[in-house]
């Protein structure tokens, strides 16, 4: 199966710094990339993701970059806001396994 | 209305009991999932459905049991509840098995075994 690291696992920037979270991932039958951040009491939620053909996507503030040699991948969120301040979670889809591979977490704290 | 919905939000129960938690959704969604979220462990997947007729177990099915009972609903039972399994609970949907969106959690139901 697929096993999917997270780090770091906490993260305190100051507002309108850049935060940077990476995830590495070992089978590369993987081609789906989601992030998915999950505010206090809520479940988590998809703010961005990446297909294996891509070597970056931006939306906005936030951008996901893609190394497939390496296995493995990044957030960036730029120009951090109080609002930014969740739990994110990277994960990776198995090409044929049809379900996803979540990383660990890491909290971000984005301090005003 | 919440495309995903999971009842109840929190429960209280003691060791021994059966309980179940419910997921519904509005989606139209085949794939429906159960994850188990506990501190610094991420989510686990618990069970997992790819249609009424598929169920699927996850990495710690152990001590849990599902029912699908129609496309829309997916509920979680725990036959016999144990202390270790209180956690936060997520019920998730997803279209199709190439990850095109990804996931749909719930709002998750916080369950607590005294």
């Known amino acids: ?112 | 209305d919440a495309d995903v919905t999971q009842t109840p939000r929190n429960r209280i129960t003691k060791t021994g009991k059966r309980i179940m938690l419910e997921c519904s959704q509005t989606k139209g969604h085949d794939r429906m999932y159960w994850y188990r979220q506990d501190p610094g462990l991420g989510l686990r997947l618990i069970y997992y459905s790819f249609d009424v007729k598929d169920i699927n177990k996850g990495e710690i099915s152990d001590g849990y049991s599902v029912s699908r009972q129609a496309q829309a609903k997916f509920s979680l039972s725990l036959e016999s509840a144990i202390p270790n399994q209180t956690a936060l609970y997520f019920c998730a949907t997803s279209d199709t098995g190439t990850g095109g969106g990804g996931y749909t959690f719930g709002s998750g139901t916080r369950l607590t075994v005294v």
């Not at chain 1, 081609?31 to 703010?47: S, V």
């Not at chain 1, 120009?79 to 301040?85: G, I, L, N, R, Y």
């Open chain 1, 1 to 112: 199966g697929e096993n999917v690291e997270q780090h770091p696992s906490t993260l305190s920037v100051q507002e309108g710094d850049s935060a940077v979270i990476k995830c590495t991932y070992s089978d590369s039958a993987s081609n789906y990339f989601p992030w998915y951040k999950q505010e206090l009491g809520k479940g988590p939620q998809l703010i961005i993701d990446i297909r294996s053909n891509v070597g970056e996507k931006k939306d906005q503030r936030i951008a996901v970059t893609l190394n497939k040699t390496a296995k493995h991948f990044s957030l960036h969120i730029t120009e951090t806001q109080p609002e930014d301040s969740a739990v994110y979670f990277c994960a990776a889809l198995l090409y044929n396994f049809n379900k996803f591979y979540f990383g660990s977490g890491t909290k971000l704290n984005v301090k005003p």
